[in-house]
């Protein structure tokens, strides 16, 4: 393979990884926020939630590409605050993709927060441990299954994103060209023999890390601490 | 203000359901909250622990008011100095027997008071599953160590929520003596929660009685259980009647233990040291219990009470009635065939002799 492939290949990698802690920081509040509350608006922010998942990434990525415009408000912030454009950057890459993502990090920690989250959050309330005190020692490891599984779909998928990229990233080489992009160029040039191994590489990384979450499901129980 | 033990008086409003009672817990003993399944017992300890927000009123714990409605204070759960003991035990799955103790303990409002841990951990004895995990003990063993896990808090009242709830037979006979003799040793005041009048009378010095989240009777257990059960028309001592008696002396000659019951003196086989002057119950089924007009000879049945039929029930179309007993001004029944009845021509009123063929006992 040559060296622009294994450029493209770490690009990837690094923003699935930066785009999965990202979402980690602030897709756990959310998520718990959702668990717990009775709040009415809570099926809105659900569906908002799961937009991503049933929108065409051309969709997204159009409208984030306006909002990043440097004349559009989001944009003109990023610009004075770090000198450089939102759109066709890392960082722009970054903001499409947690959303992009958001789904993947917020059902699965939703679903482990419901399943043990209030009664253990009662019993550690008896026992006076105050809110934050009982989520980290007691909400947060008994749901570390799905924050396993929840970090591990949040980066498969991300790896394997190309709609929202090639609208606000467009295709420039070590700061927005992405595996599925560069795949998509070898295509395009007719080099198929390079788009081919490409997506092999891109088969096996999903296969791999989609079975162990699912090997480490399958064990009964999960102990931590 | 203070208050001597716990002041609650409270409305819960939802919207199929309203709890409304005023009540104080006493400074020590249990007080048991009895009454059918969605009668609010839950909602009522539930909020007196702070996992729900009532409507109106006042939660008061010693000189600590937990909650005013009126004056916007709501003092959060891990706050309250509150011990609960949920049904389910709800250990902390991920961690051991000795580190869901010490999650307890790391917590508890420092007094410089020695460390009880040793003392709760021999009584509730648990030393011998302090490294496993929850998920492999038994009902019985987690309730125990839930209950400990509890008591290391030092809380200043104890609400227990149906513990026994999911425990079989066996396991509730192993735990009661715990759950009422723990609390007591440690002079922590306790409500109890149950639908079981078995466990109730067995359990508690007082108790209320709620249905439909009002308040129906409270008092001590053995007058409240048995003046509700006649007002209400119905016989919330179904499997059995229960008289309280108190030890008098011992017999080891012949194995027996003389019970006072008023006037009346029983002999039991009662295989257990207890000292004379203690209370007991006994648990007495009505198919064990016989009528005599005149007081019997010649028959090996030695355990015979004066009493007076108060009631007497058809059992539709079956073989049998139903008297109800009045003993020493305490409720009884017997079982009887129809035709003994009329045989012996048993009104409302009559005097006559109760013959135990067998009764069980509890403390």
């Known amino acids: 393979m040559s060296l622009p492939d294994l450029a ?41 939630v799961a937009l ?32 450089d454009t939102l759109s066709f950057s890392f960082a722009g890459l970054v903001v499409g993709s947690v959303i992009y993502s958001l789904p993947f990090m917020i059902q699965p920690l939703q679903t482990a927060f419901e399943a ?53 990233g467009g295709n420039i080489p070590d700061r927005t060209r992405v595996v599925s992009i560069e795949i998509y160029e070898h295509v395009e040039t007719l080099n198929y023999s390079d788009a081919n191994s490409l997506s092999i590489i891109l088969i096996s990384v999903s296969f791999i890390v989609l079975t162990a979450v699912y090997i480490f499901n399958r064990k009964q129980a999960v102990h931590v601490g | 203000m203070s208050v001597d033990g716990a002041y609650v008086d409270i409305t819960v409003t939802r919207p199929d359901f309203q709890l409304e009672m005023a009540q104080t817990v006493p400074t020590s003993g249990i007080t048991a909250v009895f009454g059918p399944s969605g009668a609010g017992k839950t909602t009522f300890l ?26 916007r204070i709501n003092v959060p759960s891990h706050q309250r100095p509150i011990g609960y003991l949920f049904q389910d035990g709800r250990l902390f799955s991920h961690m051991t027997v000795d580190q869901n103790l010490a999650y307890a ?154 019970v006072a019951i008023g006037e009346n003196t029983l002999h039991l ?27 019997p000879d010649g028959i090996s049945i030695q355990n015979v009470l004066k009493g007076q039929i108060e009631q007497i029930e058809e059992q539709g179309q079956t073989a049998f009635c139903m008297l109800t007993l009045s003993v020493d001004s305490q409720q009884l029944q017997a079982r009887i065939t129809r035709k003994a009845r009329s045989e012996l021509d048993l009104e409302i009123g009559r005097s006559v002799y109760v013959l135990l063929k067998s009764a069980s006992f509890y403390r």
């Open chain 1, 8 to 48: 493209a290949l770490w690009l990837t990698i690094r923003l699935a990884a930066v785009t999965t802690i990202v979402l980690l920081i602030f897709g756990t509040p959310l998520a718990w926020w959702l668990s717990q509350t009775k709040s009415r608006v809570k099926p809105v922010l659900e569906a908002v």
């Open chain 2, 105 to 258: 303990e790391a917590r508890k409002e420092i007094d410089g008071g020695p460390s009880l841990k040793d003392d709760i951990i021999s009584a509730c004895g648990i030393q011998p599953f302090m490294d496993r995990r929850p998920e492999t003990l038994s009902g019985g063993e987690r309730q125990r160590v839930a209950l400990a896990r509890t008591l290391m808090t030092a809380p200043e009242l104890l609400l227990l929520d149906e513990p026994l709830g999911a425990l079989d037979r066996q396991r509730k006979l192993e735990l009661v003596t715990l759950l009422v003799d723990l609390p007591k040793s440690l002079g922590i005041p306790t409500l109890y929660v149950s639908h079981d009048i078995d466990e109730v009378s067995r359990v508690a010095d007082r108790v209320i009685i709620l249905e439909n989240g009002r308040v129906q009777n409270s008092g001590p257990v053995e007058e409240t259980l048995g003046a509700y059960g006649l007002e209400a028309g119905r016989n919330p001592y179904e499997s059995g009647a229960r008289l309280s008696g108190t030890i008098a002396a011992h017999d080891p000659n012949y194995g027996l233990t003389q």
């Open chain 1, 116 to 168: 043990t989250g209030r009664s253990a959050m009662e019993a550690a309330a008896s026992l006076r441990a105050g809110p934050l005190d009982a989520f980290f020692t007691i909400a947060a490891p008994l749901a570390t299954r799905g924050f396993l599984t929840a970090s591990v779909l949040s980066f498969a998928h991300t790896l394997g994103e190309f709609g929202v990229v090639l609208m606000i």
């Open chain 1, 52 to 83: 991503p998942l049933v929108l065409p990434p051309t969709v997204l990525g159009f409208y984030l590409l306006v909002a990043m415009a440097p004349d559009a408000p989001l944009g003109r912030a990023w610009i004075l605050a770090t000198g």
């Open chain 2, 46 to 71: 539930r909020t007196i622990a702070g996992f729900e927000t009532p409507t109106r009123g006042r939660i008061q714990l010693g000189h600590r008011t937990l909650c005013d409605v009126a004056k």
């Open chain 2, 269 to 295: 086989p009662i295989h257990a040291a207890i000292e004379p002057g203690a209370r007991i119950q006994l648990k007495i089924s009505p198919k064990d219990v016989s009528v005599s007009l005149r007081r």
